[in-house]
């Protein structure tokens, strides 16, 4: 089984991605969007996941762990 990052490697690998992809200004300006705004996490998460069945969840996160070998 794959070790859980701690909160603060999450954080740091998180912002590095996001600077990655979108560059080091819209990083910021997405995490100051982000704080400032009010975010319903279980709303969003019955939103996002309905759209998946739960096998192509489970392959999806066999996928993306067998990269990471």
């Known amino acids: 089984m794959a070790k ?3 909160e603060q490697d999450l ?5 590095e ?5 979108l560059g080091p200004v819209e990083a910021l ?23 998946y069945t739960v096998g192509e969840l489970l392959g999806s996160i066999v996928e993306q762990h067998s990269d990471k070998r």
């Open 11 to 15: 954080r740091k690998q998180a912002a």
């Open 29 to 51: 300006r997405f995490l100051a969007l982000v704080s400032r705004e009010p975010f319903d996490y279980q709303e969003w998460r019955k939103e996002y996941f309905s759209k």
């Open 17 to 21: 991605v996001l600077a990655d992809k």
């Open 4 to 6: 859980l990052l701690t």
